[in-house]
């Protein structure tokens, strides 16, 4: 059967259990934009079928959707992600590609603000990406729950995170190399918008308003941030709730479980807010 063939039959519900795994993916997720793009882009939809990352992103955005309902992804949308899921074996990267995918679905499929999401994660690195969802992760734990009111007010408390909690995820407890490539992904999300303030340093070093009025973790050297609305959007969208404003980080009835490999500790690194601590 050729691929144009079996995107074709996706649309008919008779024909699903006859299609392909990855056939079938691409019609429950893309809905109709399916059968546009096996019409036009058939070696294409050849090359994401055979291709195992592509085929991971796919089964991990068919979690993240009802089928039941109807939907489409944009075909631009679908074919920014499903040609940058080619080259990644990452689980970060895998996971937000398939929550921009899963984003995209609306009953219309007209929505096409996925392409801007799925060119922000290309251009974070793994890393960034990793720390992203380690900082955003202790977002929501920290507002679950809360009458939000203004976000952005949120968004502009420090959150301090020790490296002794931080540096294991990065793969192992030498300090200085990876302490490195925290600060490096750090940066990186500071320059696209993720991050507004970026500090660190130890308490000793951190002595300056505001947070020398503090007891600061007399831990070591330490990571102290701020988020921004756009980093609280890209968790969203991670999480395929990207159609939600950023407030919905707080809510308690929405799921943040990860559909893939992600460790479970990863979203449960220690961290608090900077005026949760006793003032000196």
């Known amino acids: 059967m050729s691929a144009v063939t079996a995107l074709a039959k996706i649309a008919e519900p008779e024909a699903k259990a006859a299609t392909t795994l990855s056939s079938t993916l691409l019609g429950d997720v893309l809905g109709p934009s399916a059968r546009a793009l096996g019409q036009h882009f058939a070696r294409k939809i050849e090359q994401w079928s055979e291709n195992h990352q592509a085929k991971n992103v796919l089964q991990l955005a068919s979690k993240k959707i009802d089928s039941s309902i109807p939907g489409s992804v944009p075909p631009r949308v679908a074919a920014s992600v499903l040609d940058s899921s ?35 994660v290309d251009r974070l690195s793994s890393d960034a990406l990793r720390l992203h969802f380690v900082i955003y992760s202790i977002l929501r734990r920290q507002m679950r ?104 980080i707080a809510n308690v009835d929405t799921n943040f479980d990860v559909a893939g490999d992600i460790e479970p500790r990863l979203s449960e690194v220690p961290g608090s807010f900077l005026d949760q601590l006793p003032k000196k």
């Open 86 to 120: 080619l080259f990644t074996s990452d689980v970060f990267v895998a996971e937000y590609l398939s929550g921009v995918l899963a984003s995209a679905r609306t009953i219309d499929g007209t929505d096409d603000s996925g392409v801007s999401w799925s060119a922000l």
């Open 145 to 248: 729950g809360v009458e939000v009111g203004v976000m952005a007010e949120w968004c502009r408390k420090y959150i301090i995170i020790t490296y002794i909690d931080l540096l294991p995820v990065f793969g192992s407890d030498e300090a200085w190399g990876n302490s490195q490539q925290v600060l490096n992904a750090a940066y990186v999300l500071q320059r696209e918008g993720m991050l507004d303030f970026l500090t660190h340093g130890s308490a000793n070093h951190l002595t300056g308003p505001p947070f020398g009025q503090y007891a600061l973790p007399n831990l070591g050297d330490m990571l102290i941030v701020s988020t921004t609305i756009q980093g609280a959007q890209l968790y969203l969208q991670g999480h395929g709730f990207g159609g939600s404003w950023a407030d919905r």
